[in-house]
């Protein structure tokens, strides 16, 4: 008995790693396979509407040739942190003619009761074959397949925006800017907003883009009535009137992270 099931594993294996099988089931799994997506108990809890997973929360049989961007990658990274049960398979049809035509081929089509016999191990068989071997192999490549696809459809958009920033011609400095036939670029001031801690952030940079000086203001943007934040946020007011006119920026940059970038483009102004 034991060494019947060392032979009818030593012929799955063999059958597994034939390279024309693999092939085709490789062929007709990238082209039928499917996804589905259901989250765990702990997912289930922590994935809402407004979650960065909830567009994978629930998919149902999602063909792998329908993922064009890197919705994948959000899929790994859910399945990694245990919020997301994935799996990737053949549907039941297509599997079923997969068995039938490998039995078909792999099959006796003797009648006689030894040739029956033989049958019904050499199905055992490929049920080993693929069940055991082939179709696990064939989820691994798709996975690998889908990152891979995934990575490089970000990169892409990526480069896109890298283009799209790198395009934009340098700032032209208006004619009556100080010493500006004297400097190869424009003085500039960057502005980073902050909810306090960190504070509101000013630098400025030299015509190399050397960092010159920095100024935390962190009542810059206070909406408080409170006497003491007023006082506050006059003084961040003062101080960077003052830091502006020591350093004569040509240039000021906000980096517009969130709703609060607008009313500190207005602070600005107020200054």
Request: net charge negative; glycine share 4%.
């Amino acid at each position: 008995m034991c060494l019947l099931i060392l032979y009818l594993l030593q012929a799955a294996v063999e059958i597994s790693c034939e390279p024309c099988v693999r092939k085709h089931v490789r062929s007709i799994f990238m082209d039928n396979a499917v996804v589905s997506t259901s989250p765990t108990s702990d997912g289930n809890v922590a994935i809402d509407a407004f979650h960065q997973f909830a567009v994978v929360k629930w998919l149902r049989d999602k063909p792998l040739t329908r993922f064009e961007d890197a919705q994948w990658l959000l899929i790994q990274k859910a399945e990694e942190e245990k919020l997301l049960q994935v799996t990737i398979k053949l549907p039941e049809s297509v599997l079923n003619k997969l068995i039938a035509d490998s039995n078909d081929y792999y099959l006796s089509d003797g009648v006689s009761k030894s040739a029956q016999l033989w049958n019904e191990q050499r199905k055992m068989i490929l049920q080993d074959a693929f069940f055991g071997f082939l179709l696990p192999s064939m989820e691994k490549e798709a996975r690998s397949l889908l990152a891979s696809r995934a990575k490089s459809w970000l990169l892409m958009e990526y480069g896109k925006l890298l283009s799209d920033k790198v395009s934009v011609a340098p700032y032209q400095r208006k004619e009556n800017d100080v010493n500006s036939d004297d400097e190869a670029a424009p003085r500039v001031m960057a502005c980073c907003w902050g909810p306090g801690k960190p504070p509101t952030t000013f630098v400025m940079l030299d015509s190399s883009g050397e960092v010159a000086d920095t100024l935390d203001a962190g009542f810059l943007s206070v909406r408080s009535q409170n006497v003491n934040d007023q006082q506050r946020k006059r003084n961040d007011q003062q101080r960077l009137l003052k830091f502006m006119t020591d350093h004569q920026p040509q240039v000021a940059v906000l980096g517009g992270v969130n709703l609060s970038c607008t009313r500190l483009k207005d602070d600005i102004y107020e200054v």
